[in-house]
């Protein structure tokens, strides 16, 4: 069992915002700022969306942004597109290894 | 353009061996270091081993620790995963990343920026 805890799902409608959260041991995510989001659309490989909590990786909109408060980070979604319909993952380095969350389902309504 | 490119995957048997290759293409291989990571059948992403830039550290998930080996060559431009011991938990798609920045050390940090397409390993009798 992981132990970077995600919501199994969540939704919003095109334009709206929406929010993912990772939450973590405090000696994981809260010890750290080596945490990093994932996107992967299905049948696809991973996409790098976020490293270091919240810098966007070369080529990511502006309407993707991370934050991370204690032992929880977050990836925000601004503008809800059809295209961002994905499954999301954050990953934390641990002071060891690195460790990926269970996944997050986005689903526009 | 940068790429990976898996190959090597399969279908074997319990207790069967197999080995997964990935092929670099449009960056300095040698500069990066390089994780495998995998995907059972409809579940989330696993780190199952990373490798230094030059090769003098290697790291395995627990669940593979003991079966699995990482290495890499950088005249060939390759990594690769020798896998043994096969388990039907060991079954998925198998991805081969490239850690985010030239950093000496930093293996785990900065995340995992170009990915191949993936290989898929099949365990079965």
């Known amino acids: 069992q992981s132990a970077l805890t995600q919501p199994r799902s969540v939704s919003g409608s095109p334009g709206q915002s929406v929010t993912i959260s990772c939450t973590g041991a405090?000696?994981?995510?809260?010890?750290?700022?080596?945490v990093s989001w994932y996107q992967q659309h299905p049948g696809e490989a991973p996409r790098l969306l976020i490293y270091?909590?919240?810098k966007r990786t070369s080529g990511v909109p502006d309407r993707f942004s991370g934050s991370k408060s204690g032992s929880t980070a977050s990836l925000t979604i601004s503008g809800l597109q059809a295209d961002d319909e994905a499954d999301y993952y954050c990953?934390?380095?641990?002071?060891?290894?690195?460790?990926f969350g269970e996944g997050t389902k986005v689903t526009v309504l | 353009d940068e790429q990976l490119v898996e190959s090597g995957g399969g279908v074997v048997q319990p207790g069967g061996s197999l080995r997964l290759s990935c092929a670099a293409s449009?960056?300095?291989?040698?500069?990066?270091?390089m994780h495998w990571v995998r995907q059972a059948p409809g579940k989330g992403l696993e780190y199952v081993s990373a490798?230094?830039?030059?090769?003098?550290?290697?790291y395995y998930a627990n669940s593979v620790k003991g079966r699995f080996s990482i290495s890499r060559d950088s005249s060939e431009d390759s990594l690769y995963l020798q896998m043994g011991s096969l388990r039907t938990e060991d079954m998925g798609v198998y991805y081969c990343?490239?850690?985010?920045?030239?950093?000496?050390?930093?293996?785990?940090?900065?995340?995992?920026?170009?990915w191949g397409q993936g290989t898929t390993v099949t365990v079965s009798s």
């Open positions: 990343a490239r850690v985010n920045k030239v950093v000496p050390g930093a293996i785990f940090y900065y995340g995992l920026d170009l």
């Open positions: 449009g960056f300095t291989f040698s500069s990066f270091a």
């Open positions: 490798i230094s830039s030059n090769g003098d550290k290697t």
């Open positions: 405090s000696s994981y995510v809260g010890g750290y700022y080596y």
């Open positions: 270091d909590v919240s």
């Open positions: 990953c934390s380095y641990t002071g060891s290894w690195q460790m």
